[in-house]
């Protein structure tokens, strides 16, 4: 045998004298092969280390046990607890999970889903990137649908689709944000907010304004400006803010990158955080904890968002008769910590 050539069933069969499928059975611990014979072809196996063609098993069987998953970034702690989800309830049933890593790219997340779709990938997670909501093209997306793989919106949606999905309750964790800085005593406060058209974006906005207008509150366009959900696309609005002739005198980040980029700014300033500006974010990443001061936000509960969206690919595979969408949204909840607590 070539030692730089993988070691094939025909190479052991050829080894023993014996037909390929013989091979095949023995190594499969098949009873219908004599017990001696299945050992020593095992141990020959293991010995020149020979290796299961699962590509060929899957064309068999006509499954590959492969699942993609599609999001914009590994680098935030939410996505990485996601992932952690899915992989906490697939991995040990025998699905191999596929990361794809969009970059907010609607042309790469294209890419993405075509491959997977090619590899016969048995079901798609999918967080929408910021370029297919900005470009309006989704035909990608239908031709998952229609060639019937499962598709499971994770966080981020498109909600024209008939098709599961696992969310968080964004409009409520930024109502109580906001809220909880009015009931400090805080009056005049900003919103770094995201992208515009994403949905987590648009509910976190949404439960700005109504808690403002609750509160018959004044809501100032000139105190909401975008970000892009990391540390530096906070810091010119930040600075745009300070310069105002009326400074706000709380910040609600969209996320906790951008509500530390904004502090980072303000203390640059010499402004006291949470005496002279308050901050809540949103996501309680591990990294909010150990701020100084610590950082006030709203926790998503990533890895069970994994976990749940994990359910609903299964009741989609294992379910019998017309398919239904099912849509889990799971609470946010507020942590109080130091950057909101004015003495």
């Known amino acids: 045998m070539n030692p730089s050539r993988p070691v094939t069933i025909k190479d052991i069969a050829r080894r023993f004298r014996c037909s390929p499928s013989t091979v095949s059975r023995a190594l499969n611990d098949h009873p219908a092969i004599n017990e001696d014979t299945r050992k020593n072809i095992q141990e020959y196996a293991r010995e020149v280390g020979y290796q299961r063609n699962e590509v060929s098993l899957s064309l068999l069987n006509k499954k ?63 967080s929408v990137a910021q370029e297919t909501y900005d470009s309006g093209y989704y035909e990608h997306l239908e031709n998952v649908i229609q060639r019937k793989t499962p598709l499971i919106f994770i966080d981020r949606e498109y909600e024209d689709f008939q098709t599961s999905r696992a969310t968080v309750d964004d409009y409520h964790g930024a109502f109580a944000a906001v809220e909880h800085l009015i009931n400090i005593g805080y009056r005049n406060i900003a919103h770094l907010k995201g992208p515009n058209g994403l949905t987590v974006s648009e509910q976190r906005l949404k439960g700005y304004i109504d808690c403002l207008k609750k509160y018959e509150m004044p809501i100032l366009e000139e105190l909401i400006i975008n970000t892009n959900f990391n540390v530096e696309s906070a810091i010119v609005p930040t600075k745009r803010l300070l310069d105002m002739g009326s400074p706000p005198d709380a910040i609600f980040g969209v996320n906790d990158q951008v509500a ?22 949103f996501d309680n990443s591990p990294i909010s904890a150990y701020m100084f001061p610590s950082l006030t936000t709203v926790s998503r509960p990533g890895r069970k968002i994994g976990m749940e969206a994990s359910r609903l690919f299964l009741n989609q595979v294992n379910g019998s008769g017309d398919f239904l969408p099912e849509h889990i949204v799971l609470p946010s909840e507020l942590v109080i910590r130091e950057s909101s607590l004015r003495i």
């Not at 530390?260 to 974010?281: E, H, T």
């Open 64 to 126: 590959t046990a492969s699942l993609g998953v599609v999001v914009p970034t590994i680098s935030n702690y939410y996505e990485t607890a996601v992932i952690e989800g899915l992989h906490t309830v697939l991995q040990p049933m025998g699905y191999t999970l596929n990361i794809c890593v969009t970059n907010e790219n609607y042309l790469l997340e294209k890419e993405y889903l075509s491959k997977l779709l090619s590899n016969r990938t048995e079901g798609i997670f999918l």
């Open 260 to 281: 530390i980029g904004a502090m980072r700014v303000v203390k640059d300033k010499n402004l006291k955080i949470p005496q002279d500006i308050g901050f809540v974010g």
